[in-house]
């Protein structure tokens, strides 16, 4: 299994920060370069305890579908979401959020391993890691940027 660990430093209040991360409109202009839409469950506004989303996208010029659950929930301080169908043989992400006197510190900590016994090992070590890496990176930007600025009124109607 591989594990990616971010910390991601946003100047902004934690509840706005988690309420972006369980954004599934900013999660769709964060994944944009990627075409992911929802195809079932949550499809917009916020996702919680239970639900689950249906995302569609294209990674490495193949159309890929992934189902996700919100496994655990606890607002504003953490979520887990958890693959239930889709191409990982395992995916467990947990998000994490704690407020400093400067902001807030997001944590991600994502759990995966792809299929195949070795041959999945050998591609999550030479080659997802750091594409999943990159795309959580990308992500963290795009909620630092909406949380620190007005833009996180475009996603968050409350």
């Given at each position: ?30 994944a944009s370069k990627t075409n992911e839409e929802t195809i ?58 704690r407020q400093t006197e400067n902001g807030t510190i997001m ?52």
């Amino acid at each position: 299994m591989s594990k990616i660990i971010l910390h991601t430093l946003i100047n902004a209040p934690i509840k706005r920060c988690f309420d972006l991360s369980t954004s599934i409109d900013l999660h769709k202009i964060s994944a944009s370069k990627t075409n992911e839409e929802t195809i079932a469950g949550v499809t917009e506004g916020l996702i919680n305890l239970h639900e689950t989303v249906t995302w569609k996208a294209k990674h490495f010029g193949f159309w890929h579908r992934m189902k996700v659950q919100i496994t655990e929930y606890k607002k504003p301080n953490y979520f887990v979401d958890e693959m239930v169908d889709g191409i990982f043989k395992f995916m467990k992400h947990r998000h994490e959020f704690r407020q400093t006197e400067n902001g807030t510190i997001m944590t991600d900590i994502f759990d995966f391993s792809s299929p195949l016994g070795i041959l999945g090992k050998i591609v999550d070590h030479l080659i997802l890691k750091n594409y999943m890496t990159n795309f959580l990176k990308k992500r963290n930007q795009i909620i630092k940027e909406f949380a620190e600025s007005e833009q996180w009124k475009e996603v968050l109607k409350n």
